[in-house]
């Protein structure tokens, strides 16, 4: 065969969509909590497309591995590398692969140093080489943390990991296989005015309200999520109720949600998860799902 006719020839197989899980870390991920969220679906899930406005690492998405999705998020670094993912997998794999093998803090600060520089539009790079560099970040920085300053620039230092699980093929290729079926687009949630359809299941998994004053976990973005925006939030979820959607969304279980939410179905679920720094914060974490039905 001729080379260029090899080079088009994909080396990974994508099988048939399976559920699976995110194939980043992602702050606020949801997979210790589905046991508690799947009973509250809504009925007839499986017929309906599944909606996700504020995807992040898509642990919902992918252990539902559903037949017809339309994921979104804010972060368009995240969305580009969830398209590189389902569209170019090998590149990606063969790009993840050759950072895995230099890794070290030398290789770190240069990874992020080239990433950024492809992400502020200083340097062009390919889409999979990006999403490789993501991935890369996301394994090996402090955490698995997303933070970037003022300038867009991603600013996480390398994280203290002995010997961090880079490259996880079958992750990644089970991942591309659930995204096969997947729309994915960059878009603040108001977008879902435009895009959601009567019938669909939407999961709006937004960042949450803090539970106090001290908690900063809500500045996912270099934006931060506000009241105003949580307000906002709450009246694309009426609208899109009227229009026959069925929602179901997650957030902290404190007096300004449940005050917001009050005309829906509130129930609380558990979290197992850090909310402060201090010892006092960890245990378990009353949350709140709110459905439209
Ligand atoms: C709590 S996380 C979602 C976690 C996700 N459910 C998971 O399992 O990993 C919130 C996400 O909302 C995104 N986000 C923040 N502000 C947004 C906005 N205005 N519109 C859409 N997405 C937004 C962030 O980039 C982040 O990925």
């Not at 406005?53 to 580009?80: E, H, Q, S, T």
């Not at 290789?107 to 140093?113: D, K, S």
């Not at 996912?220 to 026959?244: C, I, N, P, W």
Request: proline share 6%.
């Amino acid at each position: 065969m001729a080379e260029a006719a090899l080079a088009r020839v994909p080396l990974v197989q994508v099988p048939a969509s399976a559920p699976t899980d995110p194939f980043i870390k992602w702050v606020g991920g949801k997979r210790k909590l589905l046991p508690q969220l799947e009973p509250l679906m809504p009925p007839g899930v499986k017929r309906r497309r599944h909606v996700e406005p504020f995807v992040g690492g898509g642990a919902f998405f992918f252990a539902r591995a559903p037949r017809n999705a339309l994921l979104c998020d804010v972060n368009p670094a995240l969305v580009a590398t969830y398209e590189a993912v389902r569209d170019e997998l090998d590149a990606v794999i063969s790009g993840l692969a050759a950072l895995a093998r230099r890794h070290g803090k030398e290789a770190y600060y240069g990874v992020r140093e080239r990433y950024n520089a492809a992400r502020t539009g200083t340097k062009s790079v390919s889409k999979a080489s990006q999403a490789a560099m993501f991935i890369y970040l996301n394994k090996t920085c402090f955490n698995g943390l997303h933070r970037v300053n003022r300038k867009g620039e991603f600013n996480v230092p390398m994280g203290r990991y002995k010997n961090p699980r880079i490259l996880d093929e079958e992750r990644l290729i089970m991942a591309s296989a659930a995204l096969q079926s997947a729309e994915i687009q960059c878009q603040g949630f108001e977008g879902l005015l435009r895009s959601a359809k009567p019938g669909d299941f939407i999961y709006l998994d937004p960042p949450y309200e803090p539970v106090s004053r001290t908690a900063s976990f809500t500045s996912y973005s270099k934006d931060g999520f506000s009241q105003e925006d949580q307000t906002r939030l709450r009246d694309v979820f009426a609208a899109l109720d009227q229009r026959g959607c069925k929602l179901m969304l997650s957030n902290s279980d404190v007096p300004f949600i449940r005050e917001l939410y009050a005309d829906w179905n509130i129930h609380v679920v558990h979290a197992a998860r850090a909310v402060n720094s201090d010892a006092s914060g960890r245990g378990k974490v009353p949350e709140v799902v709110v459905t439209s039905y």
